[in-house]
């Protein structure tokens, strides 16, 4: 039995909301993989009179299809999907029956409208958060257009394939045997990418906003929020939905919350904005603001949105090394999210670079499956947590370096080592290994905002009490400002805090411009 009971119950209600009949068309052979596959599609069968099994010859072994009868859909799962990507295979079973999927009116008709044949393939690992964000989009694009073809291929059961195409990331997607793209994907951003996204005439008659927040984060998603429920005009763009908690897995400081993942709280957090009546702008990014009579935002795709008052909640990516060899092996050994690449690098060798608590999370988390984890910290101590070190200290496959100054990332096609100095003794050192981690904290995205507002050296937006930037009418919140901590509770109250202090702000400017009249 793959399943079990509990999940059972669960999908029990799900497949009773197919519309249709699905026939999977099974290709297995005699090895561990097919026989769990064939256990999982039979319990399916058995689960639903709608779900039929047929065994059938299919490009990989293990593999199986998911399609209408008489109509091969273009769905197929190389593996067995559990772990993240069993909800791929359980949306793929409705959208196939005929379950409407959950996209906006225009996306659907982007999608239908696509000419030419596009075939993909996304290598996944059953670990990883971001990949089901890929294979459900491409799926469901399937669903839609008889042109496109997507299959999901698990990377730990066709090891030897992905490692013939040099994919030490995931998701990594090709498209008609190409490379296509690395890393988590929207549908929207799939179909910019391929040439069929909005052009800015989808936003030239906007009215002004009252207020604009630019980013779409914990801090983003709370401005909107509050901001909307002053009952005044508000618009949000974002270049991603969720922003930086769509990287992360565990969350177990939400307080009220005892633990949830990052994917799932940033899809409630888009749930909760559109309850209200937000002008919601997803997949779009900001490259100049200017103060005139209204505040100007300008897009990269050359629209201008006008505002009384913006909020800057930008949010903060991954910080780099900055050495030779990590952008030229970034995705070829070089990652930044254990939780979704580790399990490519099984049996190997890799290093940490960071001893923070990101860092020491990193390492405890892939010592339990690459075959050595060495932590490489610049500082002479660790500066994680206790209770981490403590579980980092006692795990027997695991090296500690402090003091030590990263150098270079070597390799040839792929990595094949690190070099740093000691700096106790000035002496270099190499370590031959097959991956590096980069944790060594954030930076803002602030840098396209160049003077426009007061930064710290950092890149931080510097703001007050009310979250007021140095530009009147301009606000920011979150991990982009100058805040003591960066947490996402933190950024959530921040956003309320900017949205309440530029609805003040909006009042007192009216109450202005009405004595100025009188």
């Known amino acids: 039995m793959i399943l079990d009971e509990e999940i059972k119950a669960q ?48 490009e990989r072994t293990p593999s199986f299809s998911v399609n209408r009868p008489g109509e091969d859909t273009g769905i197929t799962f190389a593996g067995v999907p559990l772990g993240h990507e069993f909800t791929s ?43 089901p964000v890929v294979v459900q989009a491409l799926n469901v694009m399937s669903v839609l257009n008889p042109n496109i073809t997507h299959t999901m291929i698990d990377g730990a059961a066709f090891k030897e394939e992905a490692e013939s195409k040099g994919i030490m990331a995931v998701p990594s997607i090709f498209l008609n045997g190409e490379f296509f793209e690395s ?52 618009g949000i763009v974002a270049e991603r939905f969720g922003g930086q908690i769509l990287e992360t897995l565990g969350i177990e400081n939400y307080i009220g919350v005892k633990y949830t993942e990052g994917p799932k709280l940033a899809a409630n957090l888009e749930e909760h904005v559109k309850q209200y ?21 300008e897009l990269e795709n050359g629209a201008v949105l006008k505002s009384k008052t913006v909020i800057l909640a930008l949010g903060a990516r991954w910080r780099n090394i900055g050495v030779p060899g990590e952008a030229e092996f970034k995705n070829k050994g070089v990652a930044y999210c254990p ?62 370096i402090k ?64 979250g007021a930037t140095s530009v009147p009418g301009v606000f920011a919140a979150g991990d982009c400002t100058n805040s003591a901590y960066k947490q996402i509770i933190i950024s959530m109250g921040s956003g309320a805090t900017a949205a309440l202090g530029a609805f003040d702000y909006l009042i007192r400017e009216a109450k202005t411009d009405q004595a100025v009249h009188n």
Not at 27 to 41: F, I, K, P, Q, T
Not at 200 to 211: A, G, L, M, Q
Not at 375 to 385: G, T
Not at 410 to 433: A, F, Q, S
């Open 277 to 297: 009546d937000v002008d919601i702008m997803n997949l779009q990014h900001a490259k100049r603001l200017e103060k005139k009579d209204m505040i100007e935002v």
């Open 339 to 400: 939780h979704c690449d580790g399990p490519l690098f099984a049996g190997k060798h890799v290093a940490v670079i960071g001893g923070g608590n990101s860092g020491v999370e990193a390492a405890i988390d892939l010592a339990g499956v690459v075959k050595h984890v060495t932590v490489i910290e610049f500082m002479p101590e660790l500066k994680a947590d206790g209770v981490l070190l403590e579980r980092l200290y006692s795990l027997p496959n695991v090296t500690i």
């Open 183 to 234: 890393g988590r994907m929207e549908v929207e951003e799939i179909l910019a990418k391929i040439g069929s996204a909005p052009d800015k005439s989808e936003f030239e008659n906007k009215d002004p906003f009252d207020v604009l927040v630019v980013g779409g984060g914990p801090a983003g998603a709370s401005a909107a929020i509050y901001a909307a429920r002053k009952g005044i005009r508000t």
């Open 89 to 131: 295979l359980v949306l793929a079973l409705l959208q196939v029956s005929g379950r409407p999927p959950k996209l906006d009116q225009r996306v659907i008709d982007q999608i239908k409208n696509i000419k030419g044949e596009y075939h993909f393939e996304t290598y996944v690992s059953l670990t990883c958060q971001n990949c």
């Open 403 to 466: 003091n030590a100054q990263t150098k270079e990332i070597t390799g040839t096609d792929k990595v094949n080592g690190i070099t740093y100095i000691d700096r106790g003794t000035g002496k270099e050192h190499h370590i031959e290994l097959e991956g590096v981690f980069v944790q060594i904290g954030l930076v803002p995205n602030t840098e396209w905002l160049g003077d426009t507002v007061e930064r710290t050296p950092r890149g931080e937006i510097v703001v007050d009490k009310l």
């Open 11 to 58: 999908l029990a209600q799900y497949l009773q909301m197919m519309e249709g009949d699905v026939l999977l068309k099974v290709s297995a052979g005699s090895d561990e993989a097919s026989r769990n596959m064939l256990d999982l599609v039979n319990e399916l069968a058995a689960m639903s009179p709608r779900i039929k099994v047929q065994k059938a010859r299919l």
